[in-house]
């Protein structure tokens, strides 16, 4: 039996199908997958992301530790707002992805469940000759909602500071509202929010958010939702062995100040300089579906593949298949996928495919 969320019978109430997710008992979906997705992008939809690891870095360092220990830069933000940044190691390799919430002395970082052991592990190695105190917080609930209707339903049931909150809100940024933390942030490409607030109060919301006619949403969905949105997926997308750059994250990278040596950053500098394989969008217009790991093969390129797909689906809103696949530099047009021993073709395109429920992909 793995962890559960303070919502696992919620879940099971709503008709779940269970599933093991970083050693956390999870929704895959609710019934329909499909149905799913579709709700997010026409309606709203909620999800139960309370296994994410929430943790609390305080003390006079703080600010400091995070600018060596992150790849972006804390300081480019102010206080009340959101960053997203990678945790790199000495190889410029990604350990993990996460979002920074800066308040005006001290910060709470969002990381992924299934690197949460090693994650921490490494904060702790790198918080030496730093004043700074790290706290993991198991004792709070994520809920995120999502979609067109999202933030009109939170204002409604949220009402007095934390409608307001909702409502005045900039993209990436957040409010504490007693012991919510409400960010306009989010994981499918849609408008919305994500509430960090205590075990204790998580059901009483999923509650209220249901009665108010926000759908739950499982991992199925958050998943197509997700690529649709050209969002990267740690440990398919990236992982230690691949740096930012070629990740197609390079605006999480910030090499403004000198001064600033943070971890993995001069072989960062050094693959700048030599150049680097990137993360591109595909789109398979036939028939067929891209999945991770298939090879992709560009136009005069050698025998083998020259490339792979790494997170590849079906596309509910775009009604084709489409994939982030890592390509050599450069990579333009139409390359052949290989799938079922075929050869299909795709086209090279710039992610994201879908933003608010929006076809938006450009060929390259």
């Known amino acids: ?9 919620a879940h099971l109430a709503a008709g779940a199908k269970m599933v093991d997710f970083g050693g956390w008992d999870m929704p895959i979906h609710y019934g329909s ?5 579709h709700q997010v992008r026409q309606y709203a939809g909620m999800f139960d992301v309370s296994h994410m690891t929430v943790v609390d870095i305080t003390g006079q360092g703080a600010r400091d530790y995070l600018r060596h ?44 469940c299934a ?14 000759g730093f004043a700074v105190d790290i706290r993991e917080r198991p004792d709070l609930a994520m809920i995120a909602i999502q979609g067109p209707q999202a933030r009109p339903i939170l204002e409604k049931i949220l009402c007095g500071e934390g409608g307001n909150a909702i409502a005045r809100l900039p993209v990436f940024g ?42 739950p ?30 990740a197609n994250m390079g605006w999480t990278v910030d090499l403004n ?45 050698s025998v083998g593949p020259d490339g792979e ?14 994939a982030l696949a890592r390509l050599p530099a450069g990579t333009t047009g139409t390359v052949e996928v290989e799938i079922r021993n075929k050869r299909l073709p795709a086209r090279v395109v710039r992610a994201p495919f879908v933003r608010n429920g929006k076809t938006v992909y450009k060929p390259l």
């Open 69 to 112: 220990l992150l790849a972006n830069d804390v300081d480019k933000i102010e206080p009340g707002h959101a960053l997203y940044t990678g945790m790199l190691n000495e190889r410029g390799g990604v350990i993990d992805d996460l979002i920074v919430y800066k308040n005006s002395s001290d910060f709470r970082l969002v990381v992924n």
């Open 1 to 9: 039996m793995g962890h559960r969320t303070p919502l696992y019978q």
């Open 309 to 322: 797909i790494t997170s590849g689906t079906f596309s509910p809103t775009l009604g084709h298949s489409v």
């Open 257 to 301: 100040d000198q001064t600033r040596q943070f971890v993995g950053r001069e072989l960062l500098e050094e693959q700048k300089a030599r150049g680097h394989a990137q993360l591109l969008g595909l789109v398979l217009e036939g028939k067929g579906v891209l999945r991770a790991h298939q090879g992709v093969h560009v136009p005069g390129g």
């Open 174 to 215: 957040f409010e504490n509202v007693g012991r919510w933390l409400i960010a306009r942030t989010g994981y499918t490409g849609e408008d919305g929010a994500e509430i960090i607030l205590p075990d204790e109060q998580a059901e009483e919301f999923w509650q209220r958010l249901l009665d108010a006619g926000v759908k």
């Open 115 to 128: 690197t949460r052991e090693k994650d921490l592990d490494w904060m702790e190695s790198q918080a030496g």
């Open 33 to 37: 997958q499909l149905d799913e997705h």
């Open 217 to 246: 949403t499982g991992l199925g969905a958050r998943d197509t939702l997700r690529l649709e949105a050209g969002l990267n997926l740690y440990g398919n997308d990236m992982d230690e062995d691949v740096t930012p750059w070629e």
